[in-house]
């Protein structure tokens, strides 16, 4: 039967051999492909605001991304326009940040999600998530994207009715844990808090296996498991999954849906 992620009708979540899991997906480069719609509309953006002089590849913002702190494209595509300004020892540009994230925003989701946005592939299926739920593993989505996107992803790509989100307007931005324990909060609504929990937070970037790593000093209470995906773009890279792993990746994978009930069981016993 499928549940749709609501956590009132996730049953029976305790495990007599293990502990109750909960799986917490990023979105961007876990749920889709964001190489040419975010990444693109970063591009686009360092593009206008340096007149043309710069446009940042994909191995560019993988490394602007691995410093762990940029995990907002808006940001970034602000940081990135300061950093060549610098390297050409230019005076450094007033921008108007708001005009900034609407010209990002006008590229990236367009009049009524008519922008890249429409164009992004999926790297995760429903039918994924409701092995999950047979599973007894609860699920749901903490995520730096604005909330209208990722729920665009989520309903109207996914199909899913209202499930646990917990997105940029919600919570502090990575590696900030708070936001991810936000979701867990409402995923665990309505169950029985007394046993052990063990939290697989799965994302594509040093910010989000941060994040995992944060909590686990914030909340000791929880078993947090860090998992990494590479990217599409970043398919068969050992560079990029060295620094996930270097954050603190438990494990790095190709795609999010090898992270089944029977991984999870091992991670948790390793």
Not at 59 to 88: H, M, V
Not at 128 to 156: C, D, I, K, M, P
Request: proline share 5%; aromatic share 10%; hydrophobic share 40%.
């Amino acid at each position: 039967m499928w549940h749709d992620g609501n956590p009132f009708s996730i049953v029976d979540m305790q495990d007599s051999q293990s502990r109750a899991k909960i799986a917490v997906f990023d979105i961007d480069g876990v749920v889709r492909d964001v190489a040419a719609s975010y990444r693109r509309a970063l591009a686009d953006t360092v593009e206008h605001y340096t007149q043309g002089q710069h446009r940042p590849t994909m191995a560019d913002i993988d490394a602007l991304k691995s410093e762990g702190c940029w995990n907002n494209d808006w940001k970034a595509s602000e940081e990135f326009t300061y950093r060549f300004y610098a390297a050409q020892n230019l005076e450094r540009p007033t921008i108007d940040y708001p005009a900034l994230v609407d010209f990002f925003q006008g590229r990236y989701r367009g009049e009524n999600f008519s922008g890249y946005i429409q164009d992004e592939p999926l790297l995760m299926t429903r039918e994924y998530l409701e092995r999950l739920t047979q599973a007894n593993v609860a699920w749901g989505f903490f995520s730096g994207a604005t909330r209208g996107s990722a729920s665009y992803v989520l309903e109207h790509r996914l199909g899913l009715e209202s499930p646990v989100l917990v997105a940029m307007e919600d919570a502090p931005g990575k590696p900030d844990p708070v936001g991810l324990m936000a979701s867990v909060e409402q995923l665990q609504a309505g169950q029985n808090t007394d046993c052990s929990l063990t939290v697989f937070y799965v994302g594509d970037t040093v910010a989000d296996i941060q994040t995992a790593v944060n909590a686990r000093s914030k909340y000791p209470q929880i078993n947090w498991v860090g998992v990494g995906v590479l990217p599409p773009h970043a398919q068969g890279s050992l560079e990029y999954a060295q620094k996930l792993e270097e954050a603190g990746a438990i494990a790095t994978l190709n795609n999010v849906q090898e992270l089944t009930p029977e991984l999870m069981h091992d991670l948790d016993h390793a």
